[in-house]
């Protein structure tokens, strides 16, 4: 490595390569002084192309910039902030990829020991600030000779499954000019070359190696094992966020009902059960249930962990991540790597073929009579044969009904339908956390489509800054949604923000608004508050212009205040990144 005899910016070079030999491809940069030399050398790994560097002025956004970026792509990108409260700020990022098991390195700068604890500038206890939620964390002086390469491995393979945090000590000088940093690009090329990857798109395989877990943590889990799995006992599949399609690939081998949340990654299949949540609480469909197998982290409803604390429902949770934690709300879930199964499970057979098929044809006719409630009781299917009548006033009304459709005002219901309809296997979707995402899950039908969520925590923070990341990891292959409520929105607005010289690729941030936090009206408390206290601590009302806003950040905006309005909006995906504002009823 070249030697600038600047301890700062030789260990941030040393380090910051060595990350991006192990597979790092975006660093997000947020700026500051104690952090100079790694912001610079970033930088210089953005010229000569070993990296791609996003620079935020807010560290919030950095963080979740950065978890949206892993989301995508499964590998963790680093995330650098200087001393004192941009720590801090980055927290909310840090535990929902902690609880969501999301990837990520965070690089803070602090000062060294001589100016702790005496009350100096910018000065905090940086150490295991992010306690339990960093997978890793170490605190390390750039001039005590730690050989950066070591430790650059110790944090990619302690990223596996959430953050790992290095705490960096410098002194000043705090940087030196950068080298160039050419020859050692090309060696980093050759070597992805060599192992047959395209420079074009970032490297989707996640972190290899177990995590190693801090002298400070909790040991990892105890190995697990797999379960065999026979046809005696009436079994449902839960796919919660981030399973994966083995959920639907276990459902569909073994012929039992899928229940797949909307961020699950298994939405889709001949097994799927939309109405879950009626059917769960009907005792002939889950009162009869004697065996959940769960995936992933099931967030999106009260009747699926009322389910898994019943004492006569056996749950196998399929988990294989080692760490310590797993999805149990009933205390007494086997854990397991893999679930196999035996012969006695035929999926064909007429027992599994009654059973998963009651669950799958009730579903379809609750979600037929849901959406003949939702268009109204006085309203009927379109004649389609009236649009081709020889009678003049039969086809007038015809034209009437179809107008009059298109001019509808926009439901939650036919926002989360047209958002559904728009997406298709190359684009992305991001839902926040708010009503709609719920009102996703409730409607929408089974499609192999790229679904992400921030289910770690359930939080709206940082819902814009996830959706910019993902929409950067897809690299553009199709377009990045965003769907959120407009408190939501407000919440992460400076992740509108765009940074000079940073092209976004295409996004639409679709923004149901409502006038405020209708998702708690269903609070047991709404019914018996003072109304006006409810409105004003739960509710939170706020009016803002979202055109203004949008065009303060340089983003298009549009207004769908119908359905055909929504239709056109969702249809006219543009090279800039657009806000769309639907009010909604």
Do not use: C
């Amino acid at each position: 490595m070249p030697s600038t005899n600047n301890a700062a910016t030789d260990f941030s070079i040393d380090l910051l390569t060595a990350l991006v030999r192990l597979g790092v491809r975006e660093l997000v940069v947020a700026p500051g002084s104690r952090s100079q030399a790694l912001a610079l050398v970033a930088a210089e790994l953005e010229r000569v192309g070993a990296a791609r560097l996003h620079v935020r002025i807010d560290e919030r956004v950095a963080g979740f910039l950065a978890l949206g970026l892993a989301l995508e792509s499964g590998t963790p990108a680093v995330v650098v902030t200087t001393s004192g409260t941009a720590v801090a700020n980055l927290h909310p990022a840090v535990m929902e990829a902690h609880e969501a098991r999301v990837p990520m390195i965070v690089v803070t700068a602090d000062r060294p020991e001589e100016l702790r604890g005496i009350r100096s500038n910018q000065t905090t206890t940086q150490t295991a600030v992010f306690g339990p939620a960093a997978e890793f964390t170490h605190d390390v002086d750039a001039d005590a000779g730690t050989d950066a390469g070591e430790l650059a491995a110790l944090l990619w393979s302690s990223a596996a499954h959430g953050p790992a945090h290095l705490n960096l000590a410098l002194r000043d000088p705090l940087s030196a000019p950068v080298p160039d940093l050419d020859e050692i690009a090309a060696s980093i090329r050759a070597a992805r070359e060599s192992a047959g990857e395209s420079q074009s798109r970032v490297d989707s395989a996640k972190p290899n190696g177990d995590p190693a877990p801090s002298p400070d943590s909790a040991p990892p889990a105890s190995p697990v094992d797999s379960a065999w799995l026979n046809g005696d006992r009436r079994t449902i599949v839960i796919a919660g966020d981030k399973s994966g399609p083995e959920a639907e690939a276990l459902a569909r081998a073994a012929g039992w009902p899928l229940i797949a949340e909307v961020s699950s990654g298994a939405r889709f299949g001949p097994n799927l059960v939309v109405a879950y949540r009626e059917l769960l609480s009907d005792p002939d469909f889950g009162g009869a249930v004697e065996r959940a197998v769960v995936f992933g982290h099931p967030t999106l409803s009260r009747e699926v962990p009322a389910l898994l604390k019943r004492p006569d429902v056996e749950v196998i949770v399929v988990d294989d991540t080692g760490t310590p934690d797993f999805y149990d709300p009933g205390h007494d879930a086997r854990r397991v790597t893999a679930v196999q199964l035996e012969a006695s499970v035929h999926p064909n057979s007429p027992d599994a073929r009654n059973w998963t098929g009651r669950w799958v044809f009730a579903s379809r006719r609750l979600l037929e009579a849901a959406a003949q409630q939702a268009a109204g009781a006085d309203q009927t299917a379109p004649d389609l044969e009236g649009a081709a009548s020889d009678d003049p006033a039969t086809r007038a009304a015809f034209a009437r009904s179809e107008l009059a459709a298109v001019r509808a005002p926009v439901t939650r219901r036919m926002l989360a339908d047209a958002l559904w309809r728009f997406t298709w296997p190359h684009d992305r979707l991001v839902l926040g956390a708010s009503r709609l995402i719920r009102e996703v899950d409730r409607t929408v039908t089974g499609k192999k489509i790229t679904v992400h969520a921030n289910r770690g925590l359930g939080g709206i923070d940082g819902t814009v800054a996830t959706g910019v990341g993902v929409a950067l990891a897809s690299g553009g292959r199709g377009v990045t949604r965003v769907l959120l409520g407009d408190l939501t929105l407000l919440h992460d607005v400076g992740a509108l923000l765009r940074a000079p010289g940073e092209a976004l690729p295409p996004i639409q941030v679709v923004v149901g608004n409502d006038r405020g936090g209708t998702i708690f009206a269903g609070l047991e408390v709404a019914a018996s508050a003072a109304p006006e206290a409810f409105e004003r601590v739960q509710l939170t009302p706020r009016e803002v212009d979202l055109e203004a806003l949008a065009r303060a950040y340089g983003w298009q905006y549009r207004r769908a205040a119908t359905r055909g309005e929504l239709d056109q909006a969702l249809s006219a995906v543009t090279a800039e990144p657009t806000l769309i504002e639907v009010p909604l009823t």
